[in-house]
């Protein structure tokens, strides 16, 4: 799981960096590569989802 979180973490900071330059430079291909980067969070999410639960059943 801590792989997980580490994967979440660096793929929100591409996120955070490439809306920035859109929204502050008026970059538009940051723009497709922050909305590339959100719908990978949220896969990224929902697998967290999925073994944080698995996990708290197996405690």
């Not at 590339?36 to 996990?55: G, Q």
């Amino acid at each position: 799981m801590k792989q997980l979180v580490e994967k979440i973490a660096a793929e929100y900071a591409e996120f955070a960096k490439n809306a920035e330059a859109q929204v502050v430079k008026g970059n538009k291909a940051a723009g497709a590569r922050a909305r590339k980067a959100a719908l990978n969070l949220m896969k990224d999410f929902k697998e967290f989802r999925k073994v944080s639960v698995e996990a708290a059943k197996g405690e």
